[in-house]
């Protein structure tokens, strides 16, 4: 008889180590909701692996208890999909910051998202680099005043959400680190997505960048601060004496605001579909900021399209076929050959 299924929970995927983030950080609530749902995802612990570069995010395979790579600065996509090439039955998951992914590693997380490798990315993203001590990272906002910009910053800040869509991602979401339900919920349909997820979670850096999301975390302020992106649902947000919808008009978002009996359709309101394969939707969605706009939370892009993995497995059984196994030691011993 097989032996019954034991039931894991969230301390199975708890390491012994201690966790080292400054108090306060958001990364402790990102740490915890992860470890809440790995056991629902039903992969045994052996089968799971997280790959991190370099800054505090990265310190994330040592709280899980599973096999893990902290490797270097912004290479673990590259690490990430040479474990899912050889091994393509493992759950991979490559953890990285706004500066540790899109700095050094833009160019490895670029070609990770176009090729469509079945992995999972959480890209932490404070707005700041956190581990060096508070300098301005790629997404930092215009006029910033940091270590490395005193006067303020006068770069242009990259936006996750519109770069993973440019680069062909086939699943694109953004959750908030105080909200853990909605956390949860994205990392489990990411995890079911046959295909690259790209996930950007909002966490606060209590230190160096404190309060840079607090419009969308504080529950005073988040229904007019957010946009909850719902399948077949109206772009609405706001309180019930206060709803405002999002319009399309000559191409371009605004606002309109709806009375208490309205109906958003009927108003010309967008309804969301996550669905269009053409990533022009979302990458509207992406467009929305605040002040003018409130910042869309949730599933922006989920399509189907053939995974790496799977068209390289299929080129390597195709040789196969065509030329058999092959014999490793025949080869190194072919053509000329001398001994030393």
Known sequence: MAAPAVKVTAKDFTSDQDVRWCPGCGDYSILANVQRVMPELGVPRENVVFVSGIGCSSRFPYYMNTYGFHTIHGRAPAFATGIKASRPELSVWIVTGDGDGLSIGGNHLMHTLRRNIDTQIMLFNNRIYGLTKGQYSPTSQVGLKTKSTPQGSIDHPIDPIAFALGCGATFVARTIDV??????????????????????????????????????????????????????????????????????????????????????????????????????????????????????????????????????????????????????????????????
């Open 179 to 340: 909200d853990a339900k909605h956390m949860q919920e994205v990392l489990t349909r990411a995890h079911q997505h046959k295909g690259t997820s790209f996930i950007e979670i909002l966490p606060n850096c209590p230190v160096f960048n404190d309060g840079v999301w607090e419009e969308m975390q504080d529950r005073k302020t988040r229904a007019q601060a957010t946009l909850s992106l719902e399948q077949g649902q109206p772009l609405v947000f706001g309180t019930p004496e206060g709803r405002k919808g999002i319009v399309i008009k000559n191409g371009s978002p605004s606002v309109i605001d709806l009375a208490a009996g309205d109906d958003p359709v009927a108003k010309g309101v967008v309804v969301h579909d996550e669905k269009i394969d053409s990533s022009s939707y979302a990458g509207m969605l992406a467009t929305l900021q605040r002040p003018e706009f409130p910042v869309p939370i949730g599933v922006f892009r989920s399509v189907e399209r053939a995974t790496y993995e799977d068209m390289l497995q299929s080129q390597v059984d195709s040789a196969i076929a065509q030329r058999g196994r092959g014999d490793l030691k025949a080869l190194l011993h072919s053509g000329d050959t001398w001994q030393i």
